[in-house]
């Protein structure tokens, strides 16, 4: 096979719009390292929530790629994040995973840093040595109705629209006011942008998740949705949830700000949320009254995605590992005053989007291993997989970007 030469602003421009990503999108080491300056460091990506870090000195780590978070809840009770990259030679700083503390103890030299990010000590350095100027770098972090956003670029985009859109359709489900209730990692076998693109279409639920495809009904169109939508908008109004439709997604995005979009979809008849059986697993959110049998989908940036019943949230973030490696996070979030074994059930919460995620890792990884043959030519989209068709266009715009 003849070797592709094509620059990387020529691949762009040559991409078939409608069409999949070409090969070197996904195993080409040059675009993977300047996609990271120009599409994920620009972005913010969900970390987390507050309530995960209530007092000073309680902390988690969050990786992407080789970049690596201390996400810290400082001294005057403000969420801070810093690199995780000791300012002696280097080391990561903080090895567990989340914690609390009143330092950070390098554990290569023993270089101590305080909760504000300070460097405290550090044994037998020159007398001219500057303390005051080897604290840890300071990373981009901000919150949205309550959850952590982090981002490792310098200049990152705008949070303030999708802040200010997000509040509403937020607050109705009581983001402000949640806890994790479970937290999983899933290790994907294939380059982030496939994880993504998976998450993007609704074209493969029907075939790859039978228990999903029972109750969610994004891959119904016409009449039958209408009446499904119509029937729940109605409840909806009545349990407290107007109805509103966000979209700056990818490509509409303004300006400088990041892409966010909210709806909210009727799951079908006899499903009050998603779970096994459709019955609830938690106490009603915000100042829900009932359950109005729907689901909605928020999007903010290119990398997080919350899908909120009228019982709890389920969050999604998918993020590189290595070139061949993606990581999704799944956080299952329910009312912070809500009793475990008493309220709710972890199994039984966590059981749709356990299974469904599972089911992802298999497909995703077998679409990464495709990508990788000397056969693989990019195929046209269907019908169903339009938010993929404007995900990867916003991807090749981000990209082509200086
Ligand atoms: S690298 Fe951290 S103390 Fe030396
Ligand atoms: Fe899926």
Redesign the pocket.
Known sequence: MQQDTRTIDELIASHVPGHALEQRFYTDPEIYRLEFERVIARNWVLAGHCSEIPEPGDFKVFNVALESAIIVRGSDGTIKAFANV?R????I?CLEANGSTRKFT?P????MYDIDGNLAAARNMPDDFDKASHGLNKLSVDTVSGLIFVSFGEEPLSLEGAKRDMAEPMAMFGFEDLKVAAYKEYDIGANWKLSVENYQECYHCAHAHPDYAKMHTLMVDGKKRDRLQHHMIDKMESCGIHKIEIDFGDTKSPAGEIGYSYSRTALFEGYQTGSKEGKPVAPLLGALKNYDGGASDFAIGGFSYLLAYSDHVVGYVFTPVNIGNSRCDVYWLVRDDAEEGKDYDVDELTWLWDVTTEADKTIIANNGKGVQSRFYRPGPFSNMEEPERRYVAWFLQELARE
């Not at 002696?88 to 080391?91: E, F, Y």
Request: charged letters at 10%; proline letters at 0%; a positive charge.
């Open positions: 000791c002696h030679r280097g080391s700083v390098c290569y030299h023993g270089w």
